[in-house]
Nanobody, 115 residues
Framework: QVQLVESGGGLVQPGGSLRLSCAAS????????MQWYRQAPGDKRDWVAT???????DYTNSVRGRFTISRDNAKNTLYLQMNSLKPEDTSVYYC?????????WGQGTQVTVTI
């Protein structure tokens, strides 16, 4: 059984930092395209960042230069380091493991950026 379990969300002030984790079981994160998405209330789920099995990373424009996606193969865990957080980053953040024909999601972790 595949499980993706996000953690690390919370309440932070603008300009602060958080690191999200996505612990995987039942799959190897190194073998999948791993992604972070986010969804604010009333909005659709939007792509945030990707790291491929080869290690290539990409980001949506609004977070490029502030967020860093990475993975620890030994811990089988995906990360999202979020710096210089803004109120508009407030969302539920989800991790996704993807291969053609295969798609797994975590349950999400809430990030709230507010004074």
């Amino acid at each position: 059984q595949v499980q993706l379990v996000e953690s690390g969300g919370g309440l932070v002030q603008p300009g602060g930092s958080l690191r999200l984790s996505c612990a995987a079981s039942g799959i190897f994160v190194a073998s999948y395209t791993m992604q972070w998405y986010r969804q604010a209330p009333g909005d659709k789920r939007d792509w945030v960042a990707t790291i491929t099995s080869g290690g290539a990373a990409d980001y949506t424009n609004s977070v490029r230069g502030r967020f860093t996606i990475s993975r620890d193969n030994a811990k089988n865990t995906l990360y999202l380091q979020m710096n210089s957080l803004k109120p508009e980053d407030t969302s539920v953040y989800y991790c996704r493991a993807y291969l053609p024909g295969v798609n797994y999601w975590g349950q999400g972790t809430q990030v709230t950026v507010t004074i």
